[in-house]
C-alpha cells in the first residue's frame, strides 16, 4: 500500500507541474483530497505514534491553503516511511546472515 500511495503521489506530481503558472500552484479537486486522506489513514493504522506521522497530518491540514509546494513536503514524508522501512529491513537481513 505504501508504494501505491506513493506512485499515486507521484502522479499527482506530474499533474501539478503541467499545470504550472495556470493555477499559480494551487490545488484542488477530490484525486488529490483523497490521496491525502488514504496517507492519513494508512499512516494512522500503521504509524500512530511517528514523529512523521504527526508532521504528515499537520502539512496536510495545511495542503489546500500553502500551495502545491505542501505537496512536495507530503510526498517526501510519505517517502521517508518506504526508507526507514527498506532500512530497518536491511539490518534486520545482516542480522540473520551474521547468524549463520
Known sequence: M???????????????????????????????????????????LNYPNSELTKMFVKESENAFRNKATAHYNLLGIIKAFKLFKEIQYNRERQNVLRVY
Open 2 to 44: 505504501l508504494n501505491k500511495l506513493i506512485q499515486e503521489g507521484e502522479e499527482l506530481t506530474q499533474y501539478i507541474e503541467q499545470l504550472g503558472a495556470r493555477t499559480n500552484g494551487s490545488l484542488k479537486g477530490e484525486e488529490y483530497s483523497l490521496w491525502i486522506a488514504k496517507c492519513v489513514r494508512y499512516l494512522e
